[in-house]
């Protein structure tokens, strides 16, 4: 569980999600639980079932922690001194950071945090 989430993602149904879709070898389920967006994707290849579950958090809710206390509406110069293994990806008017280690990585427009998501994988 995160921020009284359940993560497993690997047993989920179309009734337990508000957006499901079925693919040749994934499955993917969205729900909002808790003011957070849970995306949860299951594969199954040559027999081998993996998946990810992610939490998007847009809320500045003091419910909704991480491991590095940085939230929505904190600068993104926050990441970038007190963390030295950052992977930066660049796109138009927006950029993701991820700290690498922690399986957290925060959307940045205008040098503002304005998302942030925690993603774990299960074999």
């Known amino acids: 569980y ?20 079925k693919l040749t070898v994934s499955s993917i389920c969205q729900e ?5 967006n849970v995306y949860r994707i299951k594969r ?21 922690t991480n491991s590095v206390g940085i939230y929505v509406n904190d600068p993104s110069s926050k990441i970038l001194e007190n963390y030295k293994h ?23 427009v205008d040098g503002v945090v304005v998302k942030w998501y ?3 994988e299960m074999d």
Do not use: P, W
């Open 2 to 21: 995160i921020n009284g989430v359940d993560m497993y993602c690997f047993d989920f149904a179309h009734s337990d999600c508000n957006y499901f879709k």
């Open 32 to 36: 909002n639980v808790n003011d957070v």
């Open 44 to 64: 199954r290849i040559k027999g081998k079932s993996s998946c990810v579950g992610i939490q998007e958090v847009s809320s500045t809710s003091e419910n909704l």
């Open 86 to 108: 950052i992977r930066i990806i660049d796109s138009v008017n927006k950029t993701y950071m991820t700290i690498l280690g922690t399986n957290l990585t925060f959307l940045i």
């Open 118 to 120: 925690y993603s774990i």
